[in-house]
């Protein structure tokens, strides 16, 4: 009995201990498998550790202040690289931040720019991880910097605020990158021959002040100039067209020197000139032929007319003048009122030359004549005199002829004008 106990009994047996030994080896998996986890982690944070350090080498303040004490140390700023060796170059490039206005009366025009300028300097060499030192404005006095000047330049002021606003840049093979802001009042003669239809190129001249070729040779970089927008630019009554730059040399006294030149080329706007002068001289010059068409005995509206143009011309012309004293306006205001004389003076002279009454009604002057058909003063008629030799026209015909020769004779002046001065 008790044997076939131990017989049912031995599957179930079998069954439980392989089941402890499947929990035991599941158990053992999962182990190791946090276990590869873990150690792919740690792998991957030292791979990463490694990689930083690699590509971004920490560097310590003291560093780049030995860096720039060993390169200081001995060096001559009072010499140029390479002296008595070969000439040192220098490449340059503008960045034209805005250009206006231009001042026709002075002949001048003001340029805002970012002027640059790159040599090798073979003293300042250094060996570090660092490819390049970026520096400010204080260790400009210390090298060597190009006396670099305005040739054409009235007026140059560098801007300061909120600190000079100039760069410095060193490699560790000695190139050397200077920039600065400048603001430019340059020379610039403009040629008014073809106003206001007029085209202009206004120079920037630039060299070396002391060294000559022989010592200093510039080159233009590639791009050698750029410029911001030029919408933002006041050039006012001028467009910007174009640039273009160019290298020549000057012959003097002291030796031959490189001459850098930059040509900004402007035309004027004719739109304002279109509404601010052609098309109101035209429309006083149209309203003067009103009158011929008006019968000549209405002698109001020929003197409201002609008082109406006076005052159109001497408002287009006062406009044009300047901004004057207190002084210089009270004199101007006598000399108004006085050239009112000139107006005052046109009635009484198209009343006696013009005299009222009907056409068939006139004072006789001589047996046959009387002032309505010719040119007679009153004083004359009234005492009967005449003088051989006067023009006899009437004045009805005169009318009649200045409706056609007037407008004529404006179209043809018209012609010629704008033809001269758009093709020749």
């Not at 005492?383 to 026209?393: A, F």
Request: charge should be neutral; include cysteine; aromatic fraction near 14%.
């Amino acid at each position: 009995m008790g044997s076939w106990k131990a017989f049912l009994f031995f599957p179930f047996l079998l069954w439980s201990q392989s089941r402890r030994v499947r929990l035991m080896l599941l158990l053992l998996i999962l182990h190791l498998g946090n276990c590869v986890d873990k150690a792919d982690d740690e792998d991957d944070e030292d791979l990463t550790v490694n990689k930083t350090w690699v590509l971004a080498p920490k560097i310590h303040e003291g560093d780049i202040t030995q860096i720039l004490n060993s390169l200081l140390q001995g060096y001559d700023n009072k010499l140029r690289p390479d002296i008595g060796v070969r000439p040192t170059v220098i490449e340059t490039d503008v960045y034209v931040n805005s250009i206006g206005p231009v001042d026709p009366i002075n002949m001048e025009y003001t340029i805002d720019i970012i002027f640059a300028q790159t040599w090798f300097d073979s003293r300042l060499k250094f060996n570090s991880t660092m490819k390049v030192l970026m520096l400010n404005s204080n260790m400009v006095g210390k090298i060597w910097i190009p006396d670099t000047f305005f040739r054409n330049s009235r007026k140059s002021d560098a801007h300061w605020i909120t600190t000079p606003n100039r760069l410095l840049r060193i490699w560790n093979d000695g190139r050397v990158l200077y920039t600065l802001r400048l603001t430019i009042n340059a020379e610039c003669y403009l040629q008014l021959h073809n106003f206001p239809m007029d085209e202009h190129s206004c120079p920037l001249e630039f060299s070396s002040y002391g060294y000559p070729k022989n010592e200093i040779e510039y080159k233009w970089k590639k791009p050698s100039v750029e410029v911001a927008d030029p919408k933002y630019w006041r050039l006012y009554q001028f467009a910007f067209v174009g640039l273009r730059n160019s290298t020549e040399i000057s012959h003097t006294i002291s030796g031959d020197y490189i001459i850098m030149t930059i040509f900004f080329d402007l035309s004027r706007r004719m739109g304002y000139f279109t509404i601010q002068t052609y098309i109101p001289c035209i429309l006083t010059v149209v309203l003067s032929w009103v009158s011929f068409w008006i019968n000549k005995d209405a002698v109001p509206a020929r003197t409201s007319l002609a008082l109406m143009e006076y005052g159109t011309l001497h408002y287009f012309t006062s406009n044009k003048k300047g901004k004057t004293t207190r002084g210089r306006k009270i004199k101007n205001k006598t000399s108004v009122s006085s050239g009112l004389h000139p107006g005052s003076t046109l009635i009484p002279m198209n009343s006696i030359s013009l005299p009222q009454g009907d056409d068939d009604y006139g004072y006789q002057c001589l047996e046959g004549k009387d002032c309505a058909s010719f040119f007679c003063c009153f004083e004359d008629c009234r005492t009967g005199s005449w003088r051989e030799g006067r023009i006899h026209i009437r004045i009805a015909k005169i009318d009649s002829y200045s409706r056609i020769f007037f407008p004529t004779a404006f179209a043809l002046f018209n012609l010629v004008y704008w033809v001269g001065y758009l093709y020749l």
